[in-house]
């Protein structure tokens, strides 16, 4: 990077930080500490939440699979505005009511002690393995950026992540939020718009909408009734309801945000702040993901976005393989972007016939071009069979690095980073404060002073850090990072939803019925994950959190209906 984007990024991340170690300088105490002051306003509590789930994984992943598949994805936030109401109406007002630090308070005292420390830690296994995923996703950036090797970069990041936690507790992650939010909405605008401007001089917006629409990438809503399709109207309204229901009503890392806020109403406003605004910003970020991908059919995309690989092909026995499915490669670029500009012309003043044929000859060049980057993926696997080839994620990094002005590298660095530092920072706040409240505080030492139970709290900080840390590692194992993140909770938040629903819809059904039908929901869970994992059946993992969630409900019933006929039988 240029040193004007150097300073740009250290300036903007360092000002951040100073301001939440600022703000928070007289935090003294363990409530201070795990629950702040609660004296938020609503658009903080707002744009912090949206921030919490906006990692750096979105603003990295979200671009490179629009790149790749087009706005399909945009589906999964539709259920986001109806659970956002929902949360306002049912659960906010329990919360408040019963005046708890964590959401799983209240679980004891509707069923017993073992239901809410079974539900506690569901919540710590998913929510340390995110965490893991997030902390991967800025070292990539840095790793292609320097050169460093990946796992030292990981570790390089997250540490940095830890000393920011640990030194500010909750209120530190939620004053820090606005800021980060406000630099992540206008890096991303800027992004968009240099995108628009850097297209050739004769393409228009209108073009843009065309080359993209023929490819079938602005396809937003799919109607098709397909439990193997990841991302259609049904996953998103049902699947996607039931996981933002589970994300933001039940996950300490979202609770923990809103119960900071000055009331029930501006808590209330908050998250609706969230539910209108989330998903405009992720059009935002998918339709960068657009425009990147318009922007490579006029200028020559690189065979490879991985710049790494690419190194270790280059320096191997199999570098001339590489060089000539590259020089093909840029022959078939060359004859596309002709065909790209003959399309945009056909479908402004040609015949039928003409845009038919420019389209079948534009997307026939774009599967070549797919098939020969496949190509040097094999090529770069002979090289190193322990490389990953999954590029997407590399795509709008690629851009930036190389298209955008000096400054702006500077400004969607930090984006990114800011993004890393406000999800990250969220997660082991509130893995921390779970662990300390939910298990250490109400089950291990029971009567400490509030000193030791601060120091606990920054102590188990650090060691989630490392947890998620050790997660980070295997974080590549997963085809795209914002899908790996929406998985991993997929995996645990139907049965930690369906926990939930016993307890506030179905009051005759008590603890050991929801804990028994709670434990052989999540195994049910976890096997039909496994199944799809390994080809068995072919399930979108979205359609997880509704499955668990009315297991947990049909096995506590059952379990609950089969204890009150042995009761009356007695």
């Known amino acids: 990077m240029h040193p004007i984007d150097w300073a740009i990024m250290i300036a903007v991340l360092t000002a951040i930080v100073l301001y939440g170690i600022y703000k928070t300088r007289k935090i003294n105490s363990m409530k201070s ?16 939440v949206m921030a919490t789930q906006a990692s750096a994984v979105t603003f990295l992943s979200t671009p490179g699979q629009a790149f790749e598949e087009g706005m399909g994805f945009a589906q999964f936030y539709f ?46 296994i998913q929510r340390g393995m995110a965490a893991g ?18 796992y030292i970069t990981i570790i390089f990041i997250g540490f940095i992540v830890i000393f920011y936690t640990v030194s500010g507790g909750t209120k530190a992650v939620s004053v820090t939020q606005k800021q980060q939010m406000i630099v992540i909405l206008t890096g991303m605008v800027a992004a968009a718009l240099i995108l628009i401007y850097k297209l050739p001089a004769n393409i228009s917006f209108d073009d843009v909408l065309e080359v993209a629409g023929k490819t079938g990438r602005l396809e937003v809503i799919n109607f098709d009734f397909d439990l193997n399709n990841k991302y259609t109207i049904w996953t998103g309204m049902l699947g996607g309801v039931f996981l933002f229901l589970s994300y933001f009503g039940t996950d300490q890392s979202q609770v923990q945000r809103y119960l900071s806020g000055k009331s ?14 989330k998903v405009p910003m992720q059009f935002l970020v998918l339709f960068t993901g657009i425009l990147v991908f318009v922007f490579f059919q006029f200028e020559k995309p690189p065979l490879h976005f991985n710049e790494a690989n690419v190194r270790i092909v280059e320096s191997s026995e199999y570098a001339e393989d590489y060089a000539a499915i590259e ?7 060359a004859e596309k972007e002709v065909a790209a500009f003959v399309l945009t012309d056909a479908v402004e003043s040609g015949t039928e016939e003409e845009i038919t044929a420019a389209e079948q000859k534009f997307n026939g060049l774009l599967l070549t071009q797919k098939q020969l980057q496949n190509a040097a993926k094999e090529v770069i696997l002979k090289a190193d069979n322990s490389l990953e080839t999954r590029d997407t994620d590399y795509v709008f990094i690629t851009f930036i ?50 000193k030791h139970y601060l120091f606990a709290s920054k102590f188990l900080t650090i060691v989630w850090g490392l947890i998620a840390l050790f997660f ?43 804990f028994i039908g709670a434990v052989i929901a999540e195994i049910l869970v976890i096997t039909l994950f496994l199944m799809d994992r ?28 089969g204890t009150e006929t042995e009761f009356r039988r007695s």
């Open 33 to 48: 500490y795990l629950r702040g002051d609660r004296d938020l306003p609503w658009w903080t509590i707002g744009l912090s």
């Open 79 to 124: 259920g986001m505005p109806i659970a956002m109401v929902l949360l306002c109406i049912f659960v906010l007002p329990i919360y408040y009511k019963l005046n708890v630090y964590t959401a799983y308070e209240y679980l004891e005292g509707r069923f017993d002690l073992k239901t809410r420390t079974l539900t506690a830690i569901l919540f710590l």
């Open 133 to 150: 995923i997030t902390i991967y996703a800025p070292a990539i950036i840095l790793s292609s950026i320097m050169g460093w090797s990946l």
């Open 264 to 277: 029930l109403a501006q808590s209330r406003l908050g998250l609706l702040f969230n539910g209108i605004f």
């Open 327 to 333: 020089d093909i490669y840029n022959q078939v670029h």
């Open 401 to 450: 690095m190389n298209y955008l002005p000096v400054g702006m590298v500077g400004l969607l660095i930090a984006v990114i980073f800011s993004a890393a530092m406000s999800s990250t920072s969220s997660e082991l706040n509130a893995l921390a404060t779970t662990s300390v409240i939910d298990l250490y505080k109400r089950s291990v030492a029971t009567d400490k002073s509030d």
């Open 472 to 514: 980070a590692v295997f974080a590549s194992l997963f085809d795209n990072l914002i899908e790996a993140v929406n998985i991993v909770g997929s995996v645990f938040y139907g049965s930690i939803l369906g926990i939930f629903v016993v307890a506030f819809f179905f009051k005759k059904i008590g603890g050991t019925a929801v």
């Open 534 to 561: 390994f080809e068995v059946i072919d399930l979108a993992y979205l359609w997880l959190n509704f499955i668990g969630c009315l297991l947990v409900i049909f096995f506590a019933s059952l379990v609950h209906a």
